[in-house]
Nanobody, 123 residues
Framework: VQLQASGGGLVQDGGSLRLSCEDY????????MGWFRQPAGKEREFVAA???????LYVQAVKGRFTISRDNAKNTVYLQMNSLKPKDTAVYYC??????????????????WGQGTKVTVSS
């Protein structure tokens, strides 16, 4: 599994961004894929995850604003972020696990991490 994230950038309060994360390793059996984020000076936190069947899970803070999706044929996971707020500013990391996870919000459950893409929301 080789995860490459892209799509971060600078956006104004209320704006939108779409993050993408592709598994360049073309691993056939990736089960859960998702996103974590880490604001400056804070701990890494769960954002969203999606299993191979397409069932999503979100942290409460982004429900109704963010949408996670995946294209299994392309081994790619997406995070559409709308109505962005300054508190969404962070480095966003994509994650993946081959066997599936029990605790989606636990970063230790994920074996593979992308390099991170920075999202900055200005007020």
């Amino acid at each position: 599994v080789q995860l490459q994230a892209s799509g971060g950038g600078l956006v104004q309060d209320g704006g939108s961004l779409r993050l993408s994360c592709e598994d360049y390793g073309r691993t056939v059996s990736v089960n859960t894929m998702g996103w974590f984020r880490q604001p400056a000076g804070k701990e890494r936190e769960f954002v969203a995850a999606i299993d191979r069947s397409g069932d999503p899970l979100y942290v409460q803070a982004v429900k109704g604003r963010f949408t996670i999706s995946r294209d299994n044929a392309k081994n790619t996971v997406y995070l559409q972020m709308n109505s962005l707020k300054p508190k969404d500013t962070a480095v966003y990391y994509c994650v993946a696990d081959l066997l599936g996870v029990e605790w989606y919000t636990d970063p230790n459950e994920y074996d593979y991490w992308g390099q991170g893409t920075k999202v900055t929301v200005s007020s």
